[in-house]
């Protein structure tokens, strides 16, 4: 959920009220056929996971209702990204606590630079606790003194508001949109306020959030070390389930990095979830950047809202489409752990 509404906030960047949603489009599949862990899978097979998803989304986006902008796209055999579904990917959109992936970015790209630490330490003092999601102001005491890396976990794992301003202290708002800008996105931005070190989420697009989702998993938008930090949390299965990942195993979880954002405006509820899916190996094979607003079921934010639920049914459908696909080129791979419960001791 966002951090804040104010006036600004509750209107859509730029954009007025967004336009019906455009029609699912293609890309053609191409002639190479998508290699399977026992040997390549035909053109047809290929050609039939993707119409799978196409059939999924379209069905889906109508069950659900509202206004839909998503960008779907997934490897073909030579290791190349082929997309699947473009609806209205170039809308700009409150992304809501989508944008705290975009925030982390860049706070992990000054790490890079070598102008901050993972364990460099603040004080967690209760003038900027916020509520809503996440974990801090639960506490009802505070003073702590926590590593980046522990908000950074908790602003990604359990989407934690607090976080937000405490990602702001160390990399203030201006700072942070031109890190985004030196990366090339155009309409990704946090919104500033008076204060310099807080700022409202702000917006993207799903073409831009895809791009970031990409670059991120293929460890072109951050160094190695970092992606794999920001990957490790989004693909940990203590995270958000009732939406992508719902109906999966803990196993199947785990292949599956995603974040969630919702919230709500003068034109409805926004549900939104975005992510990746790995192969076996942990190479990067599909992403998804669905974006949702106009819908009704304002103050439901849980797993029966029905945009809520079309995520889940897609991220089964996706999933199944991609279970027996490998990326072979892929110049990038990353793994976690198999999860073991612990009993104390």
Not at 187 to 201: Q, W
Not at 237 to 260: L, P, Q, W
Request: hydrophobic residues 45%; glycine residues 10%.
């Amino acid at each position: 959920m966002a951090i804040g509404m104010g006036a600004a906030a509750a209107t859509l960047v730029a954009t007025g009220r967004p336009a019906a949603a455009a029609p699912v489009s293609t890309v053609a599949v191409g002639r190479a056929p998508v290699s399977g862990p026992d040997g390549p899978v035909g053109q047809l097979g290929a050609r039939t996971a993707q119409a799978r998803i196409q059939q999924a989304y379209a069905t889906q986006r109508a069950r659900a209702g509202g206004v839909w902008h998503s960008h779907i796209a997934m490897v073909n055999a030579s290791g190349a990204l082929e997309t699947i579904v473009a609806d209205d990917i170039d809308r700009v959109t409150h992304g809501y606590s989508v944008q705290k992936l975009a925030v982390a970015v860049a706070v992990m790209d000054k790490i890079d630079r070598g102008e901050l630490r993972l364990d460099q330490k603040l004080d967690l003092t209760a003038d900027i606790i916020l509520g809503g999601t996440g974990i801090y102001f639960l506490h009802t005491v505070w003073g702590d003194d926590i590593t980046v890396a522990n908000f950074l976990t908790a602003m990604l794992l359990v989407s934690d508001n607090t976080a937000v301003r405490m990602c702001g202290r160390v990399v203030p708002a201006l700072e942070i949109n031109e890190i985004l800008a030196a990366k090339g996105f155009t309409h990704t931005r946090v919104e500033p306020v008076a204060n310099p070190n807080r700022f409202f989420l702000g917006v993207t697009t799903p073409r831009e959030t895809h791009d970031l989702l990409w670059r991120l998993a293929n460890k072109t938008i951050l160094s190695a070390r970092s992606a794999d930090f920001l990957l490790g949390i989004l693909r940990w299965i203590n995270g958000y389930h009732d939406g992508v990942r719902r109906n999966m195993s803990s196993a199947e979880r785990s292949r599956v990095a995603t974040k969630y954002g919702a919230d709500f405006d003068d034109l409805g509820a926004a549900r939104h979830e975005t992510g990746i899916m790995f192969d076996r190996s942990g190479a990067p094979t599909l992403t998804y950047a669905m974006f949702a607003d106009s819908l009704g079921d304002l103050d439901n934010y849980g797993a029966t809202h029905p945009a809520v639920q079309a995520h889940a049914v897609l991220g089964r459908t996706m999933f199944d489409a991609i279970d027996t696909v490998t990326n072979r080129t892929a110049k990038a791979r990353h793994a976690v752990d198999p999860f073991r419960p612990v009993d104390g001791g």
